[in-house]
């Protein structure tokens, strides 16, 4: 992701407060629907879609950081179809009930939601979103742990990686017990607590205010301001009228 947000691509070339309030709104449309809105959300992916154009970011990169996320998706929604078993709409002979609508509702939000934000950090890169971000009055703390943690967990998930795989070699190769997952959950605490201190040492010595500067600091121009209005435009557009319906009423109509 910090590589992909080191390309110059009209989308990083976009001011990151535009990309960034244009993003939160797309998410909070996104969650504004009913849970049985599927149509209508449809429509609303045209805005990852145009950001993955406009970044030329590779979908398999993305789409697989978006399935490593779904399984959440699943159990949040996996009990629907069971406690709603209201019927909501019908496809051919079968009858669908309002839990299975419900279901792909989450589903497709989860989906909507995550491609935009990847597209976001993955044009942006994380450092300059956070910067844009308290430049748009966030919280100095909270920008401040947005990053470090960004920074910080692969720091985390390496040194993960690396004590699985001695605990491997020195068992043969095969996978490590229960409790001594345990084991090397304490160590790995251990370890990320001494770091962290470690970390926090060396911040204050170099003068760390915990004040996010961007390296290329950029200003809001027109095309930023007008990318933010197209953006705002369209999702009002797709939040009053089902854009789905509208389409495929004028498509029925032009045929006949």
Known sequence: ???????????????????????????????????????????????????????????????????????????????????????????????????????????????????????LVAGTGMHRLCAALARLGMPRAFVTQLWLLYRYLFLISGQAARTHRAARLRGGGRAPRLWVFASLIARLLLRSMDRADAVYRAMQARGFDSEMRALRPTEFRPRDAAFLAICLAFFAAARTWNLSETAGRLLLGSVQ
């Open 1 to 119: 992701m910090d590589d992909l947000g080191r390309l110059d691509t009209p989308l990083h070339r976009l001011d990151a407060r535009a990309k960034a309030l244009a993003t939160l709104a797309f998410v909070a449309v996104v969650a504004s629907f009913n849970r049985y809105a599927v149509s209508a959300l449809v429509p609303l992916a045209l805005y990852p879609i145009s950001l993955i154009a406009l970044g030329r970011l590779p979908i398999r990169i993305l789409a697989r950081k978006v399935l490593a996320v779904a399984p959440l998706a699943l159990v949040v929604g996996a009990f629907n179809p069971w406690f709603d078993r209201q019927p909501r709409a019908a496809l051919g002979p079968w009858t669908i009930s309002g839990g299975w609508v419900s279901f792909a509702s989450i589903l497709l939000r989860c989906a909507l939601t995550l491609s935009a934000a990847l597209a």
